[in-house]
């Protein structure tokens, strides 16, 4: 069984998320065969030399996790600075942006999600200046305190700091969807990002393929995430 998870969300300021996560993990450790987090793991990550005791303390947790379980990490539009070193910290292995898995018969093609919001163009402008090595080079380069208030401006500016809700989320674009899915002969698209969590089906050159949209982390929502096994999908709820 493969369990994925992304839109955690977690922060200092949502001390509650972060315990949900260790109940998660020492529940799941060697349990699942794999655990995927599809990125948004964090609310913000400014870079994996960040001392603060939070990014410390998560990190304790993923290394105690993967010491027993495969653990694989995807980045998202929160968590994009994290890099070679968390992975080392971390047992985590890190995935592109666009990968693909196979998993008993099935090809599972994994993304946060943000790449396919193609109706946001200034944002998607926006995805490929922050993604560049250029600015990895140029931020790293900031101390720690520059670095937290580039990354409150980022949020204040895209306007996704005021909220975490759907409706200001743009959607995916459904042509993005099917290119995708085609362009990678995949069976099932797993991602996160949007915060409408649902199992979409679609008819792609005549076969069946699904889509699955992670649920984020809210102390009102039960489901967390959701697991694979021989092709069938369930959500996890905890
Ligand atoms: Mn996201």
Redesign the pocket.
Same mark, same amino acid.
């Given at each position: 069984m493969l369990l994925f998870l992304s =839109?955690l969300h977690l922060a200092p300021r949502r001390p509650a998320l972060l315990a949900r996560f260790r109940v998660l993990l020492e529940e799941q450790a060697g349990r699942v065969e794999a655990l995927y987090i599809l @990125? =948004?793991l964090f609310d913000a990550w400014i870079g994996d030399d960040d001392p603060a005791p939070f990014a410390t303390e998560v990190k304790r947790l993923l290394k105690r996790f993967s010491e027993t379980t495969p653990l694989f990490f995807q980045r @998202?539009?929160?968590d994009f600075m994290v890099g070679d070193r968390f992975s080392t910290e971390t047992g985590a292995r890190l995935l592109e942006d666009e990968a693909v898995v196979e998993h008993q018969g099935l090809r599972l093609l994994l993304m %946060?999600g =943000?790449q396919l919001c193609t109706d946001d163009i200034e944002y998607q402008q926006v995805r490929a200046q922050l993604r560049s090595p250029q600015f990895r080079q140029q931020a790293l380069a900031l101390s720690i305190p520059e670095r937290r208030a580039l990354a409150a401006e980022y949020r204040r500016r895209s306007g996704e700091s005021l909220s975490l809700k759907p409706a200001d989320i743009t959607d995916v674009n459904p042509d993005t969807v099917r290119q995708a899915l085609e362009s990678h002969h995949a069976d099932l698209l797993i991602h @996160? %990002?949007t915060h409408r969590p649902a199992i979409h089906e679609l008819e792609i050159n005549g076969r069946t393929a699904r889509r699955v949209v992670l649920p984020d982390w809210r102390e009102e929502e039960p489901r967390c995430g959701v697991t694979l096994e021989h092709s069938r999908l369930e959500w996890l709820t905890l």
């Open positions: =839109d @990125g =948004d @998202g539009n929160r %946060h =943000d @996160g %990002h």
